[in-house]
C-alpha cells in the first residue's frame, strides 16, 4: 500500500491549488481516504474525507473553500483548496487506514503568503 501526495506550492492569499493523492495497493473506492495538514507548531487537522460511498465530509476551517474528490479509475483522491488563506499554510498528507492499518503519504508543502 503506498500513498503520493503532490500539487504543493507557493501561492498568493486567495489564490487556488489542487493536491493529488495517487494510491496503490488498494481501491479508494473500497475505502475511507483523508486529506490530513500540519501547520508549524500546531497539532494535525483533519481537513477532509471521503468515504467508500463518495460521501464527503470537511472541517469547520475549510468548509464551503475546499473540495474533496476522486477519481476511480486513477486510483487518485483530490483536494481542491480555493480561496487559500494564510493559514491554511502547512504539510497536507493524505492518509487511509487500509485493513485495520494507517497508511500516510509523505505530504505536500503548501504556503500562503504575499
Known amino acids: 500500500v503506498q500513498l503520493q501526495a503532490s500539487g504543493g506550492g507557493l501561492v498568493q492569499p486567495g489564490g487556488s491549488l489542487r493536491l493529488s493523492c495517487v494510491a496503490s495497493?488498494?481501491?479508494?473506492?473500497?475505502?475511507?481516504v483523508s486529506w490530513v495538514r500540519q501547520a508549524p507548531g500546531k497539532e494535525r487537522e483533519l481537513v477532509a474525507t471521503?468515504?467508500?460511498?463518495?460521501?464527503?465530509d470537511y472541517s469547520s476551517s475549510v468548509k464551503g473553500r475546499f473540495t474533496i474528490s476522486r477519481e476511480i479509475d486513477k486510483n487518485t483522491v483530490y483536494l481542491q483548496m480555493n480561496s487559500l488563506k494564510p493559514e491554511d499554510t502547512a504539510v497536507y498528507y493524505c492518509?487511509?487506514?487500509?485493513?485495520?492499518?494507517?497508511?500516510w503519504g509523505q505530504g505536500t508543502q503548501v504556503t500562503v503568503s504575499s
Open positions: 492518509n487511509s487506514q487500509v485493513r485495520f492499518v494507517p497508511y
Open positions: 471521503v468515504s467508500r460511498t463518495g460521501s464527503t
Open positions: 495497493g488498494f481501491a479508494v473506492s473500497n475505502y475511507v
